[in-house]
C-alpha cells in the first residue's frame, strides 16, 4: 500500500505564503503523475495543481500564477508553494499520486487564510 504524508498546512492571514510537502512511501520515480487537490467545507475536491512524471505541470486557474507544484528527486518529496494566499484558498489540501492507473491519497493538511 502505498502511503502519502502531507505536511505545512497552518493558518496565515491573506496576501501571506505557505509552502505544502507530500512524502510518498515508494521512489518518486515510481508516480506517473502527482496531483495535489483541496476540498472547501461544502464544496467537491477541486484539482489545484498536477505534475506529470516528465515534469510537465498544470494548474487550476484559479491558482495560477500564485501556487508552484514541484518535486525533490534527492529528497522525494513534492511540494506546492502558495503565495499570495486568499481566504478561498482555505481547504484541506491532498496529494494524489497516481501509479499504474491507480490514485492514491494522502489524509491532508488544512490550509486556513484569514482575511
Known amino acids: 500500500q502505498v502511503q502519502l504524508v502531507e505536511s505545512g498546512g497552518g493558518l496565515v492571514q491573506a496576501g501571506g505564503s505557505l509552502r505544502l510537502s507530500c512524502a510518498p512511501s515508494i521512489s518518486i520515480f515510481s508516480i506517473n503523475r502527482m496531483d495535489w487537490y483541496r476540498q472547501a467545507p461544502g464544496k467537491q475536491r477541486e484539482l489545484v495543481a498536477t505534475?506529470?512524471?516528465?515534469?510537465?505541470?498544470d494548474y487550476a486557474d484559479s491558482v495560477k500564477g500564485r501556487f508552484t507544484i514541484a518535486k525533490d528527486n534527492a529528497k522525494n518529496m513534492v511540494y506546492l508553494q502558495m503565495n499570495s494566499l486568499k481566504p478561498e484558498d482555505t481547504a484541506v489540501y491532498y496529494c494524489?499520486?497516481?501509479?499504474?492507473?491507480?490514485?492514491?491519497w494522502g489524509q491532508g493538511t488544512q490550509v486556513t487564510v484569514s482575511s
Open positions: 494524489n499520486a497516481l501509479i499504474a492507473f491507480i490514485s492514491h
Open positions: 505534475m506529470t512524471s516528465d515534469g510537465t505541470t
